[in-house]
């Protein structure tokens, strides 16, 4: 599941759409890749007292994020403890959240104040109290040889890599997923040891606009990732936007079923 930087009045519709696929689908292994809380109270890019950041809460923006990972987590617990009652066959998924940088904005006063240590942090999120296993900020986790974290930076460099998927899988040398970039790239590299290794990035689940990226930058591809037949770093993936979500659970569609639930906001990005 990647990125999708709830903030205090997002629309988190699509939120009842994965579960209800990840219900029908029983994956083995869940994984939110980070920043599903967005924190624009904390964020350093937005001048303090400009309009970014006019009447924003701390508070309020972690209890977003609370209520629409409720929304997300409720329903496929509610279908694991139906399988478990009815003695059917158990359903017991893996569920593994890496910290994002935004996650990480809560982390960062207490890093940049030492007075704040303790007392603001991440665990205020509490992904813990879903059902998540928490990975921090920049620390990978592998699940069957691939590789996942928010984002990925080599030895020497501080800044994340960027680029094509090919020059990516040259710099790492594994099959890796991660977030933090709007849209998708896929790519895959059969080696000569007849293994294949498969780089992904998906950076965007959100129905939003991020006001940063302007008119011409909000056109991105929407959307969660499935892999199948995950073995020893190989898997063939599957990606379901938001759009055929929102028509295979609701019948309708996505930018038809937001301005019916949603009037008065613009919702043509979804066009």
Sequence with gaps: ????????????????????????RKPDVIVCIGD???????SSYSAPGGLEKENSRLLADIEAGREAMGRL???????????KDNKKK??????????????HRAARLAINDAR??????????????FGWERYKFE????????????????????RPIGGTIDNRLNKLGFSFVQGHEQGKR?????????????????GSCYLGTELYRGPQGANEWRGVAVLHDVRDGDF???????????????????????RKRHPGRDWSHLE
């Design 1 to 24: 599941m990647p990125d999708c930087q709830i903030r205090p009045g997002d629309a988190t519709d699509h939120l009842d759409w994965i579960a209800a696929d990840i219900v029908r």
């Design 36 to 42: 599903f809380w967005d924190l624009p109270s904390m």
């Design 73 to 83: 987590t409720v329903p496929i617990w509610k279908e694991i403890k139906r399988l």
């Design 90 to 103: 158990q359903w017991n998924p893996r569920w593994i959240f890496t910290e994002g940088n935004h996650e």
């Design 116 to 129: 704040f240590e303790g007392v603001v942090g991440t665990h205020l999120l509490d992904v813990e109290t």
């Design 139 to 158: 620390q990978p986790v592998q699940v069957d040889g691939v590789w996942y974290c928010h984002y990925w930076k080599t030895a020497h460099s501080p």
């Design 186 to 202: 896929y790519g895959d590299r059969p080696l000569a040891n007849g293994k294949t290794i498969h780089g992904l990035v998906v």
């Design 236 to 258: 063939e993936p599957m990606f379901l936007t938001l759009r055929w979500l929102c028509r295979e659970y609701t019948g309708e569609e996505l930018p038809d079923f937001m």
